[in-house]
């Protein structure tokens, strides 16, 4: 791996700061992989990983993927419909109620998926002032 360090600038006529280009002077130098790894505390699989990335996709093989779930596998565009459809059909029915019989139908949902759909689409039973 060769790895850049910062150095100072020299008194020599041919350094940098003669010519007035001292900002940043960088030395490449060549550095084992493992002192590498353990230099960025990185193990050296995944040392290996970034490499592969790098040459492949240049920087931007650097950048970190988001984490995580990339849809929403419990709140389906179907899951909404359907909780949409019951909180039309009876609009005295809770999030509780709506969650029990879609889970009757064979649809895996909680009670705070469901209050989250209502909330999502402003479904909320209004409440009457006096």
Known sequence: MILK???????DDD???NTGLCSDFYVLK?????????????SRPRYYQLRAAFEQQGALGLVL?????KT????????????I????????ASAQVIAQKLRQLG?????RSVERIIADYGLQKKTLRP
């Open 5 to 11: 360090t910062k150095t100072a600038c020299g008194d």
């Open 15 to 17: 350094s940098p700061s």
């Open 30 to 42: 060549w550095v084992p992989t493992t002192r590498a790894a353990k230099q960025f505390h990185l």
């Open 65 to 69: 993927e988001t984490r995580g779930p």
């Open 72 to 83: 929403d596998y419990r709140r389906t565009q179907q899951i909404v419909r359907l909780v």
């Open 85 to 92: 459809r019951h909180r039309f059909l009876d609009a005295e």
């Open 107 to 111: 649809h895996p949902i909680s009670q």
